[in-house]
């Protein structure tokens, strides 16, 4: 029987994605320059694509980096000149946060405990921030931001810049793009692609932002910065050579995503996430760790395990079944259970099975 | 008739990527955690493969990144304080040059003459240069740097750090570690792969100097700082996830290279030179761009076409042969050949073979 990866990414693959790779195997994807115009359609068609699964304004542009980690020290460097402010409710909002201090930024955060959400209403942003960092979706947590809260802020700060990291919950998450300045994500969650490539979503405040920095000297960093994003995308191009093959295949499950649905992917992932959830609540030797539903992930799910999860871990891979540790400190004492378009309710259904014998 | 790819990279796969890419997907490589014991594996055998193969000493650590330009971002911003000093022989030399600027920091040049090389003797670099910085190899002109020049410049300034670019001549060339203390390459060129990944090669002299700038509170950049990108190669990880799939197809190819025998490869690639400059210096309607003999790339060769390159280049087309145009202000009036490992001989007879016939 083949592996189920219910890590949380890199994750199962999209079940067209091998087909894809071996299509570009015969179109010679692997050799074609990025400097051609066969690159040039890629590019178009994949940004195109994302642009209609992810309902993403025509005036944002689609950049294509490494990974999520380098959006979050691109968007620093190009949108912030000394002060910005993150919510942190992980660690990977830890990381954004962090990351502005490591390029000399005076930034600040609010640190949520662990597992709870944030007091909104109750939470002042400083006058001096020039960008609001949230994190959507937390993997190491499996904590969520509701969208309608970011939308208040937009409302309550109009002239600050939000970016909002939704690695792992793209493109289940509908994002309101109008509240929003920049958004980021990478392909190996919820596209269920190989990892090694980061998409960074921008509207024109941002890139106005950096233009203004580039004009009093500060540096934006150098191939990366967004006036040399910018150049390339324009014409279709990047500004190094990239992951040509990512970039493709990203392309051609965001259309299959479409073509799909993306309502009928978030009723799924809505109905695979009361599962799941509904599985742990009920089963007494489990909790799920975000105890207030409305913060919960639909994405990541992170679940305690008391007795420890390596057991658990290690018998589910009997079963071909893979599932995530807890992150970092929470390594044994938690799972984490990714529930993206990949996985379908029935290999949902086994998985829940075969934990029910443990 | 399958197509052949001449150009200077993306370019031809090698031969056994295709293999290796199905491999890939029946070991699920797609869905493998950068934090799993398997990418470990992964991590440390394309890393040991690498070593074997460009006998590069086992004190220097390698790092994985997204794209060669990557590395000279992450050098100047870890082992250059104020001053890096640039040799500039073609495009790819004066972007390492430009990144310094970027980075704010004070760098200066010395470029040489379209074409033509550095006159060594006569050149001498800044006192206050902390690092020397040189392509070896410059895939827009064609121009090499003799390795005996890099030593003696090794050996006249031996408190300075020297990064080299090796980009489109790794494997064939064989670089002495002795006398360099940094260099990169990405993978889309000299061994045959998909786009998308940049591979750097330090010592700890670079380490010990990035860990000093940190300790005077110069931003080192953030994630791909040194100090991070060491603590996690030295469990075999990253400190972002990586194109896993990209660090695994580049072990298995340095794997075949090296049983093959890379000074097998090294004569290959002289013969191959031989023919193709050989060819074109035959034929009036050409002329090699670099006259001297001891400057001229034998991995990329760029021709003078006084009558214009699209002709050739469609007409190569037709063949399914391609070749690369001239770099930016050359396209019309150059091609540019490459000669990588995976173009073998009777490839190469067969390019110069339409050629003829044009």
């Known amino acids: 029987m083949s592996k189920i990866f219910f890590t949380v990414g890199p994750t199962q693959l999209y079940p067209t994605v091998k087909k894809h790779i071996l299509q570009a195997l015969k179109e010679d994807i692997g050799s074609t320059s990025h400097r051609s115009e066969q690159f040039q359609k890629i590019y178009s068609e994949t940004a195109s694509s994302l642009k209609e ?8 542009q689609i950049f294509f980096l490494g990974s999520a980690t380098e959006a979050m020290e691109r968007i620093i460097q190009n949108c912030v000149k000394e002060h910005s402010f993150h919510f942190v409710n992980g660690a990977f909002s830890k990381r954004f946060f962090e ?24 939470i002042s942003v400083p006058e001096k921030a020039e960008m609001i960092c949230l994190t959507q979706n937390e993997t190491s947590t499996g904590t969520s931001i509701p969208m309608k809260e970011i939308s208040k802020l937009r409302k309550r700060y109009p002239d600050k810049l939000i970016a909002v990291d939704i690695v792992s919950s793209a493109p289940y998450a509908a994002i309101d793009f109008e509240s929003v300045d920049c958004a980021f994500f990478s392909v190996q969650k919820g596209f269920g ?27 934006t960093g150098s191939f990366h910065s967004f006036s040399s994003l910018r150049k ?13 093959l990512g970039i493709y295949l990203l392309g051609k499950v965001a259309r299959d995503l479409f073509e799909y649905g993306i309502e009928r992917i978030r009723k799924e992932t809505d109905a695979k996430a009361k599962m799941i959830y509904g599985f742990f609540e009920k089963n007494t030797e489990y909790s799920p760790f975000i105890s207030d539903e409305k913060n919960r992930s639909k994405t990541i799910a992170v679940i305690n395990t008391p007795d420890g999860s390596r057991n658990i871990i290690e018998n ?38 075969e934990l029910s014998k443990l």
């Open 53 to 60: 699964l992810m309902c993403i304004p025509d005036d944002f």
């Open 99 to 122: 990351i502005s201090r490591q390029l000399g930024k005076n930034s600040q955060q609010i640190e949520s405990a662990a597992g709870d959400g944030f007091n909104f209403r109750e």
């Open 193 to 219: 692609l190989p990892a090694g490539l980061g998409v960074l979503i921008v509207n024109r405040n941002c890139l106005r932002k950096s233009e203004e920095l580039e004009k009093n000297g500060v540096s």
């Open 232 to 244: 390339y995308a324009e014409s279709n191009q990047t500004s190094e050579t990239p992951n040509v």
């Open 316 to 353: 589910m891979k009997k079963n071909n079944i893979f599932v995530s540790t807890g992150y970092k400190e929470n390594k044994k004492t938690q799972i984490r259970i990714a529930n993206f378009p990949a996985h379908s309710l029935s290999d949902t259904e086994y998985l829940l099975q």
